[in-house]
């Protein structure tokens, strides 16, 4: 039986779920494409995901699974041991629902659509470049919120679960590392906590070779 198969591009949407794998002990293949590569108008991507977006996961029957956060739930359903995403009967459960699709429905989106502006916009410079300070803008208030309800050394407290790792994950991406460790200093701490756990050491050292 062949391990499944994790398309994505180094330090992109796929490291969240790279370290997921790690932390399950799953093996997975990586598939590893270039940001050229990514996108409507991917060759690689189009026949497993119509939007051209990664990660995608694609497991030995054909099956095609798509969204960080559903990979994170069935690495999930293959280890629950390892407390990724709560069960219903912990203490934090109603918490920890809050706030990953928070993370999911709110802030991924500031991503998606400010990241690559012209897909909306019509590649009008002006409007591209709007569209692009106003997700940012959107994106700095919702951390700063999240910020405020964060404990420590990780979200939820002591236990790590999949929010730690998307803001793990985050850290590395817009506004940048050195504007959440002065405007989101409990995010920050919370990925420093993150990063230091020996599994996301080696998938940092992957995905950052240069750091």
Known sequence: MSNPKLYGVAG????ICEAAFALAKLEIEH?????????????????????GQVPVLEFESGEILTETNAIIHWIH?????VGLILSSEDDSYINFLRWLMFLNGAVYPTYT???VPQRWVDHDPKAMELLRQGTEIHRK??????????AAPYFLGEKLCAIDLYLWMMCHWSPGEEWFE????????????VEKIPEVIAVSKRNFPEE
């Open 113 to 115: 659509y400010g990241d």
């Open 12 to 15: 992109s949407g796929a490291l």
């Open 31 to 51: 598939v590893e494409l270039t940001w050229a590569d990514v996108g409507w108008e991917s060759k690689s991507l189009k026949s497993l995901n119509i939007l």
């Open 141 to 150: 208030m919702l951390f700063e919120y999240m910020d405020r309800e964060a």
């Open 182 to 193: 002065n405007a989101c200093p409990n995010i920050f701490s919370i990925k420093t906590s």
């Open 77 to 81: 359903s293959q280890k629950p041991e």
